[in-house]
């Protein structure tokens, strides 16, 4: 009867995973631990959950076309609320300093059940607190983004065997890549090979622009960060080839020297600056005179 049941419950977690998967079901992912190690009542919360995210979309989807049609007096005439989401890190901070345990608890669920990816920095220090549940629910959350990342990645990785030169897949990459090492879930050796990753799929792409500044200048960075200095240094060199006349690339050969500790080729590429009589930004000017003033 046991095993029974145990079958049925692992198919159950299969099938609502699959659902959540599909966007049949429209409940956060986040879920899935408590459906899966609680059983029964973990569903029950589901079912709950799933049924006043539907409510919220009901009462969403009522309101008319007829209904945004507002004239230009009534419209400037309405004050924008501001982002609730920014209010409400500053009570989650808060609440792992004073608030009392119970308090602490309720706002991890809400963090775990709302948009998790929101909160990567709160979610770190969480997991220092003294309260042991509070740290449970901060390293599942954790746990849980990762893992929907690395099965992002896979999906990713599978596409680009089958066709490693498609612009529109390493875009996509791209931008995955930007928003796993903006969100501060990497850490260590896994946000180095991450940024290597990056590397990468940026060279793939300058294969294809490789008239595009922007794509150049990215590139040189990551490479900065990843103390390739060579390679940078090579690629600063076809900057200012192709693009002699534009600051980005004296101020990027600014950078490399500095992370080179080489106070002599800063001292060079000020003269040349000068000497080429290089239109700068207020940004460039910026750099330019911090480094005359040292």
Not at 60 to 79: A, F, M, P, Q, T
Not at 93 to 107: D, G, M, Q, V
Not at 186 to 203: A, F
Request: hydrophobic content about 40%.
């Amino acid at each position: 009867m046991e095993i029974l049941f145990l079958l049925i419950h692992i198919l159950l977690c299969v099938g609502i995973y699959i659902l959540i998967r599909l966007s049949i079901l429209k409940c956060s992912r986040m879920i899935m631990p408590l459906v899966c190690l609680v059983p029964v009542f973990g569903t029950a919360c589901l079912v709950v959950l799933e049924i006043r995210t539907r409510g919220k979309q009901e009462v969403r989807e009522e309101i008319g076309l007829e209904k945004l049609k507002i004239n230009d007096e009534v419209h400037r005439s309405i004050l924008m609320e501001e982002d609730i989401g920014e209010e409400q890190v500053v009570p989650l901070e808060e609440a792992f300093l004073i608030n009392a345990p119970s308090t602490r608890r309720e706002l991890m669920m809400e963090v775990m059940y709302s948009n998790p990816d929101d909160y990567v920095r709160q979610l770190k220090e969480a997991r220092m607190n003294d309260d042991t549940e509070v740290v449970h629910y901060a390293v599942t959350a954790l746990a849980e983004l990762i893992k929907e990342y690395d099965l992002d990645f896979q999906e990713l990785d599978w596409e680009l065997e089958k066709d490693p030169d498609s612009p529109e897949i390493i875009d996509r990459y791209l931008k995955l890549l930007d928003r796993y090492l903006s969100s501060g879930l990497p850490e260590g050796n896994d946000r180095i090979l991450k940024m290597r990753t990056y590397g990468e799929m940026l060279e793939k792409k300058l294969a294809h622009k490789k008239d595009s500044l922007g794509l150049w200048k990215e590139k040189i960075q990551v490479d900065l960060q990843l103390k390739e200095y060579a390679a940078a240094y090579e690629e600063i060199q076809e900057v200012l080839k192709r693009w002699r006349k534009e600051e980005t690339g004296y101020l990027l050969l600014l950078q490399y020297y500095q992370e080179a500790g080489d106070r002599d080729g800063i001292d060079r590429v000020l003269k040349t600056i000068e000497q080429r009589k290089i239109s700068l930004t207020p940004e460039g000017r910026e750099a330019v005179r911090f480094w005359q003033k040292e």
